[in-house]
């Protein structure tokens, strides 16, 4: 095998590996969120400060709970849409007496 297949090679790995990583992160957030939640968990736990700084940066933004890291649950983010398009009756004055 030649210098220039192998590199070849483990090129094409990391691109496969990098997809894969997508797909996943995309398909399945939930369960990425509580890998990084433990391997945050388990450098806070460890002494230094490069451990402590990786462990706040694998931190999942969902764990922070502001509205900037866009998770749309609770409904508080974003634009508010107009009433009578959300569903709500629209209230009608009662007719007047002749």
Excluded at 8 to 21: E, G
Excluded at 89 to 95: E, S, T
Aim: hydrophobic share 45%; proline share 7%.
């Amino acid at each position: 095998m030649t210098t220039g297949l192998l590199i070849q090679y483990v090129v094409l790995a990391l691109i496969v590996l990098a997809s894969a990583w997508v797909v996943l992160r995309k398909l399945a957030p939930r369960l990425t969120n509580r890998w990084f939640a433990s391997a945050s968990i388990k450098l806070a736990r460890r002494d230094g400060a490069l451990a402590h700084s990786l462990s706040r940066r694998l931190q999942p933004k969902a764990a922070t709970g502001n509205c900037a890291d866009g998770c749309a649950t609770c409904g508080a983010c974003g634009p508010k849409p107009p009433r009578a398009a959300a569903g709500e009756a629209l209230i009608l004055k009662p007719p007047q007496a002749r």
